[in-house]
């Protein structure tokens, strides 16, 4: 056997050093490039470290809506639990009911569409918009068989969630655009989510109501008429938002960073996994149409996607002037209502390259 000298062993690990820094220079300049680096050598910063203890968190959604699907979907395939989250999920119906339960820490996160819950949180409660996957107003006015337009609606009945709440708002709106008064056609407040409504449809209760996908292909397919897109209206609208409260940001930003984080990588997620996506929209809307759960996933999934989160500053400025005419007492500047830090955080960091392997595509 060939005995190694001492020089030769110098002369082995010269060359081994300078390979292993020659190939850290590469990586270098492969960032500083924008060149994509593997996970394995840029990993992802948020998410939990091994032996990490999880920590538990309570989070609510305000309604049952198709909206939501990035958040059933985190729920549904253990994205939460990635990020050293554990996530105690409850369904708060309405805005009116969610946003104190946030701003009294019982729920420590909400999912809800933003602008529903902006004239709340204008108006001094304590909660803050810190991601907005969705952009958009994605519902239609949906009417019984005998209804074909607006005008059909004198001596019927709308039927909304709660007095206050955002389809009480967008339907007040539809009836001045059409120059119809609440005496003519009444709003009537149902305190129900979208499927519940859906249900008073059927049974005349109410003869139109506002609802978003799947539940529009699932009327028409029931013989309902879609009588209007509430999008027309032109209204700035802020949808499905993740919030928190000010204790969250106070005392455990670092998990409001993972669980942005987590939500981040579900939009990812359920744009390259549309069969998972509508797989959870099937389980927590009880929905299992296939026409009507591909209605919702081109809608949430693709139309009004908002890839980065970012919160539209102009349109929480819009939505608190709107709500200011209502004769909303506004107690909060715009400014103090969302807080786009964290959405930041992950372009900053490299994590957005990271999930999408490169640029993010579109908005």
């Not at 690990?13 to 050598?41: C, D, T, W, Y």
């Not at 991601?131 to 107003?137: E, F, K, N, V, W």
């Not at 209760?205 to 027309?232: E, R, S």
């Not at 693709?302 to 002037?321: D, G, Y």
């Amino acid at each position: 056997m060939k005995r190694t000298n001492s020089r030769e062993k110098i002369g082995c690990r010269a060359a081994f050093q300078s390979h292993a820094l020659l190939g850290l220079g590469m990586i270098l300049m492969m960032v500083g490039a924008g060149v994509i680096v593997p996970p394995e050598v840029m990993a992802n910063p948020y998410l939990a470290r091994s032996g990490e203890t999880p920590v538990t968190v309570t989070a609510a959604t305000c309604a049952t809506s198709g909206g939501f699907v990035h958040f059933y979907a985190a729920l549904d395939n253990g994205l939460f639990d990635k990020y050293g989250v554990k996530v105690s999920f409850v369904v708060l119906r309405g805005a009116s009911n969610a946003l104190p339960a946030l701003s009294s820490d019982q729920v420590q996160f909400l999912y809800c569409a933003g602008d529903s819950t902006i004239p709340g949180m204008a108006t001094g409660m304590d909660a803050k918009l810190v991601a907005s996957p969705l952009l958009g107003l994605p519902w239609f006015l949906l009417a019984r068989k005998d209804i074909k337009k607006i005008e059909d609606l004198r001596g019927k009945i709308i039927g909304v969630s709660r007095t206050g709440a955002l389809d009480h708002r967008v339907s007040k709106v539809l009836l001045k655009k059409f120059n119809l008064t609440e005496e003519e056609v009444k709003i009537r407040s149902m305190g129900a989510s979208q499927p519940e409504k859906y249900q008073a449809l059927v049974m005349d209760v109410i003869q139109a109501t506002p609802v978003g996908p799947p539940l529009d292909v699932q009327g028409k397919k029931d013989g309902f008429n879609v009588i209007y897109n509430l999008n027309d209206l032109g209204m700035p609208f802020i949808f499905s938002s993740l919030h928190t409260n000010s204790k969250s940001l106070k005392e455990r930003p670092g998990l409001v960073q993972k669980f942005v984080a987590a939500m981040a990588e579900a939009v990812y997620f359920v744009e390259k996994n549309p069969d998972k996506a509508k797989s959870s929209m099937a389980q927590f809307l009880k929905v299992n149409d296939p026409d009507a759960l591909r209605s919702a996933y081109d809608v949430y999934a693709k139309a009004l996607i908002n890839r980065r989160m970012i919160i539209p500053a102009n349109a929480v400025e819009e939505s608190v002037q709107i709500a200011r005419e209502a004769g909303t007492s506004i107690r909060k500047k715009p400014e103090e209502i969302f807080d786009n830090t964290f959405v930041e955080n992950l372009e900053s960091s490299g994590f957005l390259r990271e999930i999408w392997g490169g640029a993010v595509p579109g908005k």
